[in-house]
Structures are given as C-alpha cells and as structure tokens.
C-alpha cells in the first residue's frame, strides 16, 4: 500500500512539474532562458546517463526513453525538488 501511494505522488509530482513548464510556455508566453536551459540540460543528461527514476520506482512504460525524459523533467526542477521526491518514495 505505502509503495503504491509513493507511486501516485511521483506521478502526480510529475505532472505538477509539466503543468508548471507548460504555463510558462505557452499561457504566458514568456519563459525565462534559465528555465529552458535548465529544463534542456535536464533531459539531456537523463536520456545520456540512462537515468530513470520511474523505473526506480517500479513504473515502467512501453515507450522507450519515456522514463528518462520525464526524470529529465524533475532534474531541470532542481536539487531540492528530486531530493523532496525521492524521500517520498524512500530511496534518500
């Protein structure tokens, strides 16, 4: 049950984050270059280093390199934002 819920906030943690950079994006319309080079940096280093943090918690996809792009996400987040999920899901 515990492993299941640490499941969901992940997730939902995740979708906080892509809410966020879509509304920076696209509502507003004016994001700042440090979040898109953040946010850049991110997914490159997670899909390079095979980083996977879904996988981790054992939530696979069927779409190759799905799991590092989205660890990529939560990496452009920064430190803090990593470190508050994988407490959540008892990995720190």
């Known amino acids: 049950m515990n492993k299941d819920i640490s499941k969901l906030i992940t997730i ?4 906080e984050s892509m809410v966020t950079y ?3 994006f696209f509502v507003v319309g004016e994001p ?4 898109v080079l953040s946010l850049v ?6 899909v390079a280093y095979k980083i996977d943090l ?3 918690a054992d939530i696979e ?5 799905i799991g590092s792009i989205l ?4 990496i452009s987040r920064g430190s803090n934002y990593v470190y508050n999920i ?7």
Not at 41 to 46: E, K
């Open 54 to 56: 879904l996988k981790l």
């Open 32 to 35: 700042h270059y440090q979040m």
């Open 12 to 15: 939902c943690v995740l979708v």
């Open 71 to 74: 660890t990529g996400i939560l």
């Open 22 to 24: 879509i509304n920076s």
């Open 86 to 92: 994988l407490n959540l899901m008892d990995l720190a």
């Open 61 to 65: 996809s069927e779409m190759p390199y």
């Open 41 to 46: 940096f991110g997914i490159f280093i997670a």
